[in-house]
C-alpha cells in the first residue's frame, strides 16, 4: 500500500532543522505484513530524544530512514502466526502499543528479565531492519530503513508483533503512545531499576518526557519526589505535577539535598554528574539517558566505595512491555498516573522538522503527532 511517512535523508545537518529541513514527507510503499508481523495504523506518535539522536548525528543510523517509534493504533492487518493465541492473541481492530525494542523471548538477555535489551531485537534496530532481517518499507523502488523496528511517523507502519501490546479500547490512543517510551524507560528507572524502598525520596535529573514520567511515576508508588532542571518551566512543571522540590544543579548543590533513589534522564554528562552527587550514601544511581558515545563523566571512585553508592544502567526502564504496560494502564485508570500530563503540545507530521528543534532546545516534554481518521 502507499503511505506518507518522514524520513530522515541524512544525518547531522545543520541547525535550525527547520531550515535545513533533514526529515522530508515522502510518499512510500509499505509492503503486506509478513509471517509474524501485523499492518497498524497510526493514531498518535510521539517526538522523543531517541530521534533527534539519529537526526543530529548522536546514534549513527543508516539512511535514508522513516523515523519514530513511540507511538499507538489499530490492527488493520496480520501476517501468518502473527494472531497468536491466549492473553497474548491478537485481532484486526485491536489498539496496540508500539515499542522499539522487540524481544524474542528465547535469548540469553531476554532471560534477565528487562536487565538486558534482546539480542536478536538489538540487532535488527542497528540495521534498520525488522526482526529476521527484512525491509517493508521501499520509495520508488529503493529500500528505506526502519527505525528501532517501529517508523512511526508514518500513517501506517508493518512491524514485528513482538513490538507491539495490545490494550483496551478505553485507553486513549495518546495515552497508549506515551505508555510505549517515555513511560516504559522513564517509570521502569524507577520501579524495575531504582526499586526505591517504602519512604524513600526519588530525584529525578532531567525533567523531559522521560524524566517527567519517572516523577509521575514514583509518586504514583508513594515516593517523596525532588525535581532537577535547568529550565525553571521545567521545575514549575515537576512540581504542579506533585513534586516536593525542585532544583537548578547549582541550586541543588548548594541545598546539600540528596536522595535514596536518583534517576538520571537527560543524556548529558553533567546531569549525570549531577545525578550521582545528589545520590545518599548507601544510594542508587539509575542512569537512562543517551548521551554521545564520546561524552565523558568525572566519577569519584572513593565517593562510591565509602558511600556504598550504586550506579545502574537502564535501558528503556529494563522494561518487558508485556509485563509492564499492563502495570501502567492498571496506574492510570485508577487515576494515579496521568500520564496526559506528559504531553506538551500536539502537532502534525508536517511540523517534524521544528518539532526536533523544539526537543533540541530543551523546550519540549512531549510533543504528539497525531494523525487524521481516514
Not at 143 to 156: E, M, R, Y
Not at 277 to 291: I, R
Amino acid at each position: 500500500m502507499n503511505i506518507t511517512g518522514a524520513v530522515l535523508e541524512e544525518i547531522g545537518a545543520t541547525r535550525p532543522f527547520a531550515e535545513s529541513r533533514p526529515i522530508t514527507l515522502s510518499e512510500l510503499e509499505l509492503d503486506d505484513p509478513g509471517p509474524g508481523e501485523i499492518l497498524v495504523q497510526i493514531e498518535a506518535a510521539g517526538v522523543c530524544h531517541s530521534d533527534l539522536s539519529v537526526v543530529d548525528g548522536n546514534r549513527v543510523r543508516p539512511v535514508p530512514m522513516l523515523l519514530g517509534h513511540e507511538a499507538a493504533g489499530r490492527i488493520l492487518g496480520l501476517g501468518a502466526g502473527a494472531g497468536g493465541s491466549g492473553r497474548s492473541k491478537l485481532s484486526v481492530g485491536d489498539r496496540v502499543v508500539i515499542t522499539f525494542l522487540p524481544r524474542c523471548g528465547a535469548c540469553a538477555s531476554c532471560a534477565t528479565n528487562g536487565r538486558l535489551p534482546c539480542e536478536i531485537g538489538t540487532a535488527a534496530n542497528n540495521a534498520g531492519t525488522l526482526v529476521g532481517g527484512e525491509r517493508r518499507l521501499s520509495r520508488d523502488g529503493v529500500p528505506v530503513n526502519h527505525h528501532l523496528g517501529v517508523s512511526a511517523f508514518a500513517t501506517h507502519v508493518v512491524v514485528n508483533r513482538t513490538s507491539v501490546v495490545r490494550v483496551d479500547d478505553d485507553v486513549p490512543a495518546d495515552v497508549a503512545a506515551v505508555l510505549g517510551c517515555a513511560v516504559l524507560t522513564g517509570g521502569g528507572a524507577v520501579l524495575n531499576a531504582g526499586r526505591p524502598a517504602l519512604g524513600d525520596t526519588v530525584m529525578v535529573v532531567g525533567l523531559g518526557g522521560v524524566g517527567m514520567a519517572a516523577v509521575l511515576t514514583a509518586i504514583a508508588a508513594g515516593h517523596p519526589v525532588v525535581g532537577v532542571d535547568t529550565l525553571p518551566e521545567k521545575l514549575e512543571r515537576a512540581l504542579a505535577l506533585g513534586a516536593s522540590e525542585a532544583f537548578t544543579p547549582a541550586e541543588l548543590a548548594e541545598s546539600g539535598v540528596t536522595a535514596s533513589v536518583v534517576v538520571e534522564a537527560a543524556g548529558n554528562a553533567r546531569a549525570f554528574e549531577t545525578a550521582i552527587s545528589g545520590t545518599s550514601a548507601g544510594g542508587t544511581t539509575v542512569t537512562v539517558g543517551l548521551p554521545s558515545p564520546t561524552a565523558m563523566a568525572s566519577v569519584s571512585p572513593l565517593s562510591l566505595v565509602a558511600g556504598a553508592r550504586t550506579i545502574v544502567g537502564s535501558y528503556l526502564g529494563s522494561a518487558v512491555p508485556q509485563r509492564d504496560i499492563p502495570r501502567y494502564v492498571e496506574l492510570w485508570r485508577a487515576g494515579r498516573l496521568p500520564v496526559e500530563e506528559l504531553i506538551s503540545s500536539r502537532i502534525s507530521l508536517d511540523g517534524i522538522n521544528r518539532a526536533m528543534d523544539d526537543l533540541a532546545d530543551g523546550h519540549a516534554i512531549r510533543q504528539l503527532i497525531e494523525f487524521s481518521a481516514p
